[in-house]
C-alpha cells in the first residue's frame, strides 16, 4: 500500500429537485483527524454522515468540507425566524449596552444560523428530507475519493523523496563508520598522553580516578553502537516505507531516533571529518523530518 500525503483538495457537485450544491473540501498536515464541517442552516442532518465519510477514509490531516447550495430561479424561498431574531436582537442590544459598541448592522443579524430560513426546505417531509441528504452525501463521497487520490498521488513523490534521503543517510553512515575506524587508535594516544601527565612524578591522583579517566575515553572511541543503530534504522525505514499505510507517525518517531543517533556521534567524535559527516547526517535527517510531517 503506497504512502499517502496529507495535503489534498477536490470539488463535489449535485442536483436534487430545485437545488444546486458544491463540497469543496481540503485536507492540510494535522497530528490527528480534525474535521470541520461548514454547513448552511437547514441542512445539520448532514453532520453525522458527513464525519462518518471522512472517518472512513482517512486517518490523519486536518479536513474541512464546505457545503454551498444554491436554488433555482424558481425554487426555495427564505423567509426570516421571527423569534430567533428576536432573541438575537435582544442579546446584540445588552452586548452593545454593555460594551458600549455600535449595534450589529442588519446582514450580520440575518447571518446568524437559523434567523434565515429556507422555507422549503423546513417544508420538506421526512422521506423528501432524506432523498436530498442521501444525495448530498453521495456527491460528498465522490469529492472525498478524488481527494484521496490526490493525497495518494503526492504520497508517491514523498516516498521517491524519503527513499532518496534514507539512501544519503545510509552513504554518511557508511563513510562515518570508515573514518570511526580510525578513531580508537587516536584516543590511544590521547589517552596515553593525559596517563603520563596524571602520572607524572609528584601527582597525586587517586586510582578510582584513573580508572573513570580511562573508562570515559574509552568509551568515547567506540562509535559502533551508533553506526549499527544508523544502519538499522535505514532497514526500517525502507520497510515502513514499502508497508506504506498509515505509517506517519512511526516515520515521524524513526526520523527523531536517527536525529538521536546523529547527535551522539558528532558528541563522541575526535575527529574533524568524522565531525563533518555527523553533520551532514543531522542535515538530511531534518530534511527526513520535514518530509514525514506530510505523510499520514
Not at 9 to 27: C, D, I, M, N, Y
Request: aromatic letters at 4%; one cysteine or more; a negative charge.
Amino acid at each position: 500500500m503506497p504512502l499517502a500525503s496529507m495535503t489534498g483538495f477536490a470539488e463535489g457537485h449535485g442536483t436534487h429537485a430545485k437545488l444546486r450544491w458544491r463540497w469543496e473540501v481540503r485536507s492540510v498536515n494535522g497530528r490527528n483527524l480534525d474535521i470541520r464541517l461548514r454547513i448552511p442552516a437547514g441542512y445539520e442532518g448532514l453532520e453525522s454522515g458527513a464525519r462518518k465519510l471522512v472517518v472512513d477514509r482517512f486517518g490523519r490531516g486536518s479536513i474541512q468540507a464546505v457545503l454551498t447550495v444554491t436554488a433555482e430561479e424558481d425554487g426555495p424561498n427564505f423567509r426570516i425566524n421571527q423569534k430567533a431574531l428576536e432573541e438575537a436582537v435582544r442579546v446584540s442590544k445588552e452586548v452593545s449596552n454593555e460594551m458600549a459598541v455600535p449595534y450589529p448592522r442588519v446582514d450580520g443579524l440575518l447571518a446568524l444560523r437559523g434567523v434565515l430560513v429556507q422555507e422549503d426546505a423546513a417544508m420538506l417531509d421526512e422521506d423528501e428530507r432524506l432523498a436530498r441528504n442521501v444525495a448530498m452525501l453521495n456527491s460528498l463521497a465522490k469529492a472525498l475519493d478524488q481527494m484521496a487520490v490526490a493525497r495518494a498521488d503526492e504520497g508517491t513523490k514523498i516516498e521517491e523523496i524519503l527513499l532518496s534521503q534514507v539512501d544519503e543517510i545510509e552513504t554518511h553512515t557508511v563513510k562515518a563508520r570508515k573514518l570511526a575506524a580510525n578513531q580508537p587508535q587516536a584516543f590511544r594516544e590521547k589517552m596515553q598522553a593525559q596517563l603520563d601527565e596524571l602520572l607524572a612524578p609528584g601527582s597525586n591522583v587517586p586510582e578510582e580516578r584513573l580508572a573513570q579517566e580511562v573508562a570515559f575515553l574509552a568509551t568515547r572511541a567506540d562509535l559502533r553502537e551508533e553506526l549499527d543503530r544508523l544502519a538499522a534504522h535505514c532497514q526500517e525505514a525502507r520497510r515502513l516505507i514499502d508497508v506504506g499505510g498509515q505509517t506517519g507517525r512511526k516515520l515521524d518517531f524513526l526520523a527523531q531516533e536517527f536525529n538521536r543517533e546523529a547527535n551522539t556521534l558528532c558528541a563522541k567524535s575526535s575527529d574533524i571529518a568524522l565531525t563533518r559527516e555527523g553533520l551532514a547526517l543531522k542535515a538530511v535527517i531534518d530534511q527526513l523530518r520535514e518530509q514525514v510531517q506530510n505523510v499520514e
